[in-house]
C-alpha cells in the first residue's frame, strides 16, 4: 500500500521557522518527482514547491527565498524547510508525488503574527 505521510507541522510566531517531512513508504519514490502544495481555509490548493528525482527544484513566487523543499532519495523522504515565516502561510500543507499522483492527508501549519 502506497502512502505519504507529512510530519512536522505546529504553531509557530511570524518570523519562525518549521521542517515538513513527507516519509513515502509502499514503493521507491527515487525517480518521482515530489512537491508540497497547500490549503489556506475557504481556499483551493496550491502549489508550494516541486523536486525532481535529481534535485532540480521550483517554488511558487510566493514562497520563494524563505522555502526550501529536499530530498533523500535512500530513505524515500522529501522535506520542506520554511524559514520567515508569515501569518499568510497558515495552511494545511500537503505532499504530492507528481509522477504518479499520490497525495498524503496534510499536516497543519499555523503562524501566528
Known amino acids: 500500500q502506497v502512502q505519504l505521510v507529512e510530519s512536522g507541522g505546529g504553531l509557530v510566531q511570524a518570523g519562525g521557522s518549521l521542517r515538513l517531512s513527507c516519509a513515502a513508504s509502499?514503493?521507491?519514490?527515487?525517480?518521482?518527482?515530489m512537491g508540497w502544495f497547500r490549503q489556506a481555509p475557504g481556499k483551493e490548493r496550491d502549489f508550494v514547491a516541486q523536486?525532481?528525482?535529481?534535485?532540480?527544484?521550483v517554488y511558487a513566487d510566493s514562497v520563494k527565498g524563505r522555502f526550501t523543499i529536499s530530498r533523500d532519495n535512500a530513505k524515500n523522504m522529501v522535506y520542506l524547510q520554511m524559514n520567515s515565516l508569515k501569518s499568510e502561510d497558515t495552511a494545511v500543507y500537503y505532499c504530492?508525488?507528481?509522477?504518479?499522483?499520490?497525495w498524503g492527508q496534510g499536516t497543519q501549519v499555523t503562524v501566528s503574527s
Open positions: 504530492r508525488d507528481f509522477t504518479k499522483n499520490y
Open positions: 509502499g514503493r521507491s519514490f527515487s525517480s518521482s518527482a
Open positions: 523536486i525532481t528525482w535529481s534535485g532540480a527544484s
